[in-house]
């Protein structure tokens, strides 16, 4: 049992935050799909607990490419009627941009019951800032149409922290954000990651970072406004009505293998992991010669339990003692001991998770509870 990953890296146009992996070479699109497609023939055969197919902008793909890949994917891994129809059927999610949802030859497989949208934020001014290729409205009109078309199953990702944005900007963004009654809601920090344009930006002076205490402050009412809302708050940055947590993510931060197909994606067989080469054409010239490009890590005990503190610590219910060797899991409560103690960290039954106190400064925390 795996969840499937496939990547799309393709963009219109990259955003200046963005650090993943990504081309506007549109026209490598139908090479890419027929090497993505070659790739799952080349892969171990799996039943699959949720497919992903995330970039990159998938929904830039031709409505041809799409359904080749489904086609394969079902080939490949065997989509059954009951795995893609009714109460029992699989998370199939795929990315989209809003301006593409809004476009009249817009099409969503048939196989897809969840979509990702990159909202990021209501007002046109920060969205013009992040060269994002829609508009405040397309957000809302892209919920509308993905209704009309029979999706139950809608997250919206948002930001906070952009440069001269204020408390009452961001709690304005989430009131907009909570009208559309979406079922999930994933909101990060603004982040500038070196080597991006926005991170140069900052560095000549032309943005300024805001303050970490006005950071937190967004943080919190992020938190405060979504739990009122009736949002669980199941993972540092993710949000979920109830029944709707994301299926496909939770499978990273809960030690479920999963298997990345594409240029630049990620495998995990819970004894390696392995990525593929981050650069279009070597992959494509790679899969077609045969023989795919990428390089492994073998995962060790220490790897392993440093893993686990840094996805399942992420989630609401932490980590299960109990699938700890005895040994690390006395490593584990000593190290975190001074935590408990401070209230960072809490122990019930035998999960031990973060406090509310303790998600402000995770990162710290699991640097401390890591072996080294």
Request: glycine letters at 6%.
């Amino acid at each position: 049992m795996a969840g499937l990953y496939v990547h799309i890296p393709f963009c219109t146009s990259r955003c200046i935050y963005c650090g993943f992996y990504s081309t506007t070479l549109s026209s490598l699109q139908n090479r890419y799909i027929d090497a993505v497609c070659r790739e799952m023939t080349m892969r171990e055969k799996v039943n699959l607990t949720t497919i992903y197919i995330g970039g990159g902008t998938p929904s830039t793909l031709s409505k041809e490419n799409l359904d080749k890949l489904f086609l394969y994917i079902n080939k490949v891994y065997g989509l059954s009627s009951s795995m893609i129809e009714g109460e029992k059927a699989i998370e199939i999610t795929m990315e989209c941009n809003p301006d593409d949802v809004c476009k009249p030859d817009f099409y969503l497989p048939p196989q897809v019951n969840r979509v990702s949208m990159g909202a990021q934020t209501f007002s046109d001014d920060r969205l013009r800032l992040l060269h994002r290729r829609h508009n405040s409205e397309e957000i809302r009109t892209a919920v509308s149409l993905l209704r009309h078309k029979g999706i139950r199953n809608i997250s919206i990702d948002l930001m906070f922290g952009f440069p001269d944005e204020t408390l009452e900007d961001w709690t304005s963004d989430l009131e907009e954000a909570l009208k559309l009654n979406v079922e999930h809601i994933s909101a990060y920090s603004l982040m500038y990651e070196k080597g991006t344009p926005l991170y140069r930006m900052r560095e000549e002076g032309k943005v300024k970072e805001i303050s970490d205490d006005l950071s937190l402050q967004m943080y919190d009412a992020l938190i405060d406004r979504l739990e009122a809302a009736g949002y669980e708050h199941y993972e540092i940055s993710n949000f979920a009505k109830k029944g709707f947590r994301s299926k496909h993510n939770s499978s990273y931060w809960q030690q479920i293998p999963y298997i990345g197909i594409g240029a630049a994606a990620h495998s995990y067989d819970l004894k390696t992991r392995q990525w593929n080469v981050a650069d279009i054409q070597s992959y494509i010239k790679g899969i077609e010669a045969g023989k795919r490009p990428f390089e492994k890590e073998v995962i060790d005990d220490d790897t392993r339990y440093d893993d686990i503190i840094t996805t399942a610590l992420r989630t609401k219910e932490g980590i299960d003692l109990k699938s700890l060797s005895l040994p690390y899991r006395e490593y584990l409560l000593k190290q975190a001991e001074n935590y408990i103690t401070r209230h960072l960290l809490k122990i019930e039954g035998d999960k031990l998770s973060l406090t509310r106190k303790g998600i402000y400064i995770s990162d710290s925390i699991m640097s401390d509870l890591m072996h080294v």
